[in-house]
């Protein structure tokens, strides 16, 4: 009986801690007063339906800790509270797999049912060095544009998730950084300067004209043939005006600006000659021309990209932030179904994934990373004159822009893209301009 006693005693105690623990939790969450905590509190539990393993994941401690920690990104501003580390590393990875599509499964089926020939790398040709084998064109295969657009539109979300906007990134939700495990909260600031929707043309465009920076521009005279396509993309904010206008057109509907194009060209926009420049740069580009740039690439990069906009809120063109889910989905697209091995694809990469998404018939034209052209003559870099940069200095000499552009690239294997391209070129998919147009007409 004293047994019997002693146990009840026992678990009478233990219920009442345990209401005790549950009285003390639903405290703390309630102990933030205020719209903006029911608001925010309603967000983790819309993020909980969504399955978002961040929150899922967590205590309801730490969500709200998660609240009131995770600052706001303020485009005005630049405080790095804005920017929170996920304090969980498992979180962490597991945020980052989920943001990834799923295409470990899919991709060998397509490739083997769209019969795509993976190409094999081959070390010996190193770029620099002028590929094996003529460039051909034997006209565009109408069937495999078809099915490889179908594997990109499927594998790397690009109608949804081309740019961040407000259908794609909800008010306090989170996006994490392509190339960290950095995650920010998108508030209000920040959400009113997104579009509504992603805008993706229902019906290909019939022509694209894809344009590189490569020194093999110089003396083309492939202006005319450029500008006649119905859309034309651009890398890197290039100028076109003047003396280059005969090679490489002036017709412009999207331009990429990478992050470390400010930081090599316009010293992050912190001098007030640099903002100017940078302005000039930009009034060059026709009117609702879409300037596609990347402040959830990295964090280093969240301050000029910032800055660029702050400088651009007069200007005409369009600016659009791409959504860190495509950039990591082009890039697994690619080194999955072409085993590429380089750390992440180049620009050039990416706009030809959003152009074969796009397009009926697309118009590469710049892709040559080799120091000799076909006809033996050797070229620059780049078409106009631009430095690169190496462990903080500005290389201009051509030689070495080569070396350390293209050879001894640590983030790109340049090479082995050129081959990949190839290989679409010789399917019928894009078409590879590396000699002069006016020899074609």
Known sequence: MKASRDFKSRFFVAIIILAFNQLLLISIIMSKPGSDSCEELDNIRAAVERKDPVVREAGPIEKERMVREAGPIDILGFDDTAFEDNPNKKDQQAQKKANYPRIDDDIPDAQKDRNIEVPQQNPQNLPGELPQGSVDWNGFNRTEIKNFRKMVLNQTRVSTHLYTSQKNVPLHSGLTFFQSNLTVKIMRGTFQYLPRHVYFPRKPYQTCSVVGNGGILTGSGCGNEINSADHVFRLNLPPMQGRFTEDVGNKTNFVTLNPSVLQNGYGLLLEQENVSAFVQAVAMYPANAV????????????????????????????????????LRAADSFWKKVFHLTEPRITSGLLVTTIALAMCEETHLYGFWPYRTAQDGRVLAYHYFERPISSKHQLVWDEAEMFRLGVLNNRHHKMGDEFTVLKSLHKKGILRLHVDKCEERS
């Open 291 to 326: 300037i596609y740039t990347h402040p959830f690439d990295h964090r280093r990069y969240r301050k000029p990209v910032y800055r660029a906009h702050k400088a651009m809120r007069d200007s005409e063109q369009v600016v659009r932030w791409s959504h860190p889910d495509f």
